[in-house]
């Protein structure tokens, strides 16, 4: 599976982005998908995930009611809406996927065997 994240830029506090991630692969309908990311200066975190048919999701407590992932499979794409930005939103975000057989627990980086390579969101005050 090859990853490529896009969709980041520069937006104002309060402000609106959606990230998408497109994925290559044929297994990529059979995977959950999870996005990380990583402010300056500080580790990778999780963000949020989606299960292989988008029916369960899950949510770091600093994005919920803010952020929503989604995944559309015939298009092998992976979506990340963010609204209510705020300047602690800034960083680099990543689009991960796991192994068909995985099981999680999709907060953690280690779930995740294949990873873009990032798309850099600036939300200015």
């Known amino acids: 599976v090859q990853l490529q994240a896009s969709g980041g830029g520069l937006v104002q506090a309060g402000g609106s982005l959606r990230l998408s991630c497109a994925a290559s692969g044929r297994t990529f309908s059979s995977s959950g998908m999870g996005w990380f990311r990583q402010a300056p200066g500080k580790e990778r975190e999780f963000v949020a995930a989606i299960n292989w048919s988008g029916g369960s999701t899950l949510y770091a407590d600093s994005v919920k009611g803010r952020f929503t992932i989604s995944r559309d499979n015939a298009k092998n794409m992976v979506y990340l809406q963010m609204s209510s930005l705020k300047p602690e939103d800034t960083a680099v975000y990543y689009c991960?996927?796991?192994?068909?057989?995985?099981?999680?627990?999709?907060?953690?980086?280690?779930?995740?065997?294949?990873w873009g390579q990032g798309t850099l969101v600036t939300v200015s005050s």
């Open positions: 991960a996927a796991a192994p068909p057989t995985g099981l999680g627990p999709f907060s953690r980086q280690y779930a995740y065997n294949y």
